[in-house]
């Protein structure tokens, strides 16, 4: 009922296909914006540096995506959902720490 393709059927299968999705050019990933960096500075400066270090990863794979036409798999877009989340658990970090510091 299937027939078996040869090893070099599958990787002409692999290296073409890929270009005819991209036939009508890069689709650009979803606007994003970078992460917030709404820690205090003053009352919390490791984690005030660590969402600076967030925000300025994002705009590095921000530009990367612009360098390859945001053909990267999905895999940035992925990295500045992560970036997005870790900088939302730094805010909650500071928020603990207030509330355990009082």
Not at 27 to 32: D, K, T
């Amino acid at each position: 009922m299937f027939k078996k393709l040869s090893t070099t059927a599958l990787l002409l299968g692999m290296t073409i296909a890929p270009g005819l999705l991209n036939a009508a050019g890069p689709v650009p990933a979803p606007v994003q914006k970078k992460p917030a960096q709404n820690v205090s500075p003053r009352r919390h400066p490791n984690i005030a540096a660590a969402q600076r270090l967030t925000a300025q990863a994002f705009q590095k794979i921000t530009a990367a995506q612009q360098a390859n036409e945001f053909d990267l798999a999905g895999h940035a877009q992925k990295a500045k959902e992560l970036l997005d989340q870790a900088n939302e658990e730094l805010k909650k970090a500071a928020e603990v720490s207030n509330i355990n510091h009082q």
